[in-house]
Structures are given as structure tokens and as C-alpha cells.
């Protein structure tokens, strides 16, 4: 018997038939990054080489409550550098959404929308009817938590506040007033809270404002989540099953939570830059933004006379197997 020969009637996986893919083309763009606003402010960053790695903004968190250079200090952190997304201009109005429900509504989900509604309307797609839409899809790479889920968790440590605070021989009244203060300091549990702070609710949000009616889901590979969305947008449009799919990656999570995870690791710079590939790189440098397109099959985007900014010839994936053999 051949040892390498499958035994007869069963088949060989690695006699699997792996059909030529067709060309994608990207025909809409829709971002936000640090110091970028939109499209035409990403290129000019790029053309003009401009780093936009700085230091840490008031509107994250404050380095003099938690920043340490000691990287074995507990519950510090050792970076405040990074990438960060400047304010937005988000009228919740336009997508629907009730000024009072931002409050338990991660941002992920507020700004994945906002960059999605620019990428269809690059596109050429936003204001289609509902039957043009029907089968466009949002496959999206989100990777990890979303930020709401840090502060509403840390509201379930009351108990333990209580019990500290009575075994330090606190009164009531005394304690009563301090759990109220720092609950206060934290977003309240309402009844938005559970879908405001859900990954996969960021392509789910897209697809219900937008009125999009093909497959909504959220890809988790690390550091690769918006490549992982990509290919799979790649397999929805091969298959049929969408003529257009809002993909990329979508990460507004530059919080103290992060910058601790990287710290303990450790892998984040402790200069605050990263250097890939150079012989005096330190680490990981942490940063936030949105980078969405808008991906149709070529022959469809010239067929429709599309503005074609790239064409995607193909797309490969690897593995955490234990070889390569």
C-alpha cells in the first residue's frame, strides 16, 4: 500500500480544488485617523511623510494617575505615545440614533458608521434604493473588547468597595457617599448598555442605519482582524452572495486598559516609536482609527463605470499551526 495514498472512496484534502479567484476593485473610501479627518487628509499624510505618533491627549486618559517608567510597577503603564483619533463632529440625528443613547453606545460603533457612510457614498451606493442595496454586506475586523465594556464592568466593584471601606471602619453614611461618587465617575449600566458595547454590533449598527441588506459580522484576528475581513469580503462577492462589501478595520481603543495589556506583555515601545525591521526597534507603538473601502467584483465596477482607485488580484491567509511542513 502506498502510505501517501488516501485509502480508497476517501478523499485527500490536499487534492482540494482551489478555483482562481476574479479581481476585486476598490471603488469607495471612508476613514478616520490621527490628525486625518477623512480621505483626502490620509494621502496628504502620506505624501507628505508627517508622523502622527504624539503624546497623550486630555481627551484619553491622564499619564500623572497611572504612568510609571518602571514596567514591573502593578496597574501602571510605561507608554504615553501613540496614535489618536481627534474629536468628531458626530450629529447622531443623521443616523437615527437618540442624542440620550450615545452615553452607552461605544464609540467603535458610532465612528465605524460614520466612516461607513462615507465609503458608500464614495461609492456611489448610499442613496440606492433599498433593492439596489439588498445585497451589499459589511465584514469588518474588530478586534478584542470594545472600550464601554471597561468602565461598566469596573460599576459590578461595589461590593468589594463596600467591604474595604467597612473594614477600614468607614460609617455608612461616610462609604454610602464615596461608592456614590465613584459610580458617578463611571457610564451607567441602561438599557442600551448590552448592545452598546458589543464588537459585532459595529457592523450590525452599519447594516441596520444604512438599510444594507446582505451579511453583517465582525472578524477577531489580532492585528490582522481587517486583512481576515477582507478575505472573507473577498469569498462573499466570489460566492455571489453580495455584489458589494464595506470592509477594513475599525479600532478606537487607545485606553488605559491597552496600554496596560501591552505593558505587561511586554511589547509596547518604551520610546513611544516603533521601528519595524530596524536594529534599534523596542517594541510596539499603540494607535486608533478607521480604514473602510468599498469592494465590488472588477468586472462589475467597470461594467457600472465605477472610480476604480485599486484592484485586488488576490488575497491569501495563514495560520497559528504548530509547523509549516
Sequence with gaps: MNPTRPPAGRASLSDSHHPSRAPLAVVGLGCLFPGAADVGAT?????????????????????????????????????????????VDFRPIEFGIAPRDLEATDTAQLLGLYAA?????????????????????????????????????ARLGHPAWWRALAASGVDRETASSVVQKISDSM?????????GLLGNVVAGRIANRLDLGG??????AACASSLGAVHLAAMELESGRADAVVTGGVDTFNDIFMYTCFSKTPALSPSGHA???????????????????????????????????????????????????
Excluded: M
Excluded at 142 to 153: F, H, Q
Excluded at 187 to 195: I, L
Design 43 to 87: 494621502w496628504a499624510t502620506l505624501r507628505d511623510g508627517i508622523d502622527r505618533i504624539t503624546e497623550l491627549p486630555a481627551t484619553h486618559w491622564r499619564p500623572e494617575d497611572v504612568f510609571d517608567s518602571d514596567g514591573s510597577s502593578p496597574d501602571r503603564t510605561y507608554g504615553q505615545r501613540g496614535g489618536f483619533l481627534d474629536p
Design 215 to 220: 451579511t453583517n459580522c465582525v472578524v477577531d
Design 275 to 325: 521601528r519595524p525591521f530596524d536594529r534599534d526597534g523596542d517594541g510596539t507603538t499603540l494607535g486608533e482609527g478607521i480604514g473602510l473601502v468599498v469592494l465590488k467584483r472588477l468586472a462589475d465596477a467597470e461594467r457600472d463605470g465605477d472610480t476604480i482607485y485599486a484592484k485586488l488580484l488576490g488575497i491569501g491567509s495563514s495560520s497559528d499551526r504548530k509547523s509549516v511542513v
Design 117 to 153: 457612510r462615507e465609503a458608500l457614498r464614495d461609492a456611489g451606493i448610499l442613496d440606492l434604493d433599498q433593492r439596489a442595496k439588498r445585497k451589499v454586506s459589511v465584514l469588518l475586523g474588530v478586534t478584542g473588547a470594545l472600550e464601554l465594556v471597561i468602565p461598566l464592568g
Design 187 to 195: 457610564v451607567r449600566w441602561q438599557e442600551n448598555s448590552f448592545p
